[in-house]
């Protein structure tokens, strides 16, 4: 059986080492393959530009997605892998510090799977961390994997 990576699209280099900090304090050592902004996203997630020719049978268990993004918004990114069958089904958890409701909106109606709001406590980040990581990577069932 393959590893469950989880993708990390997130473009604050702070965030990013929080956030593998946590996984780490929770003994979440999946293969987290991280990418700094929508269009490193989606080049990864549909193996093109500087993923062309990655193994794409081996998608992410679950997608921890940031909003505010350069390039390409984490809204964008979303639309784009709910409308491409080989993505629709990954699980989707946006993972933001955006307070605003319409962001809360537009992701579950674009197809989020969950929404958090990153916590400024480091134990309360951590917290939530933990529980992400035991429900997407170990209570949830996931998806059948999709022929490319």
Do not use: C, H
């Given at each position: 059986?393959?590893?469950?990576?989880?993708?990390l699209?997130?473009?604050?280099?702070?965030?990013?080492?929080?956030?593998?900090?946590?996984?780490?304090?929770?003994?979440?050592?999946?293969?987290?393959?991280?990418?700094?902004?929508?269009?490193?996203?989606?080049?990864?997630?549909?193996?093109?530009?500087?993923?062309?020719?990655?193994d794409?049978?081996?998608?992410?268990?679950?997608?921890?997605l940031?909003?505010?993004?350069?390039?390409?918004?984490?809204l964008?990114?979303?639309?784009?892998?709910?409308?491409d069958?080989?993505t629709?089904?990954?699980?989707?958890?946006?993972?933001?510090?955006?307070?605003?409701?319409?962001?809360?909106?537009?992701?579950?109606?674009?197809?989020?799977?969950?929404?958090?709001?990153?916590?400024?406590?480091?134990?309360?980040?951590?917290?939530?961390?933990?529980?992400?990581?035991?429900?997407w990577?170990?209570?949830?069932?996931p998806?059948?994997?999709?022929?490319?």
């Amino acid at each position: 059986m393959n590893e469950k990576i989880i993708l990390l699209v997130e473009d604050n280099p702070d965030d990013e080492t929080l956030t593998l900090r946590a996984l780490k304090k929770n003994n979440i050592g999946n293969d987290v393959v991280i990418v700094r902004d929508g269009a490193e996203a989606l080049d990864y997630l549909f193996g093109t530009g500087a993923y062309a020719g990655r193994d794409m049978t081996s998608m992410p268990a679950v997608t921890l997605l940031d909003l505010k993004l350069p390039k390409v918004d984490g809204l964008e990114v979303l639309r784009r892998l709910r409308s491409d069958e080989r993505t629709e089904l990954i699980p989707v958890v946006i993972l933001t510090s955006s307070i605003e409701e319409q962001d809360l909106v537009r992701s579950y109606k674009l197809g989020a799977n969950s929404y958090i709001r990153k916590p400024v406590d480091f134990s309360q980040f951590a917290e939530a961390i933990r529980q992400l990581g035991l429900y997407w990577l170990v209570i949830n069932e996931p998806p059948p994997a999709r022929g490319t």
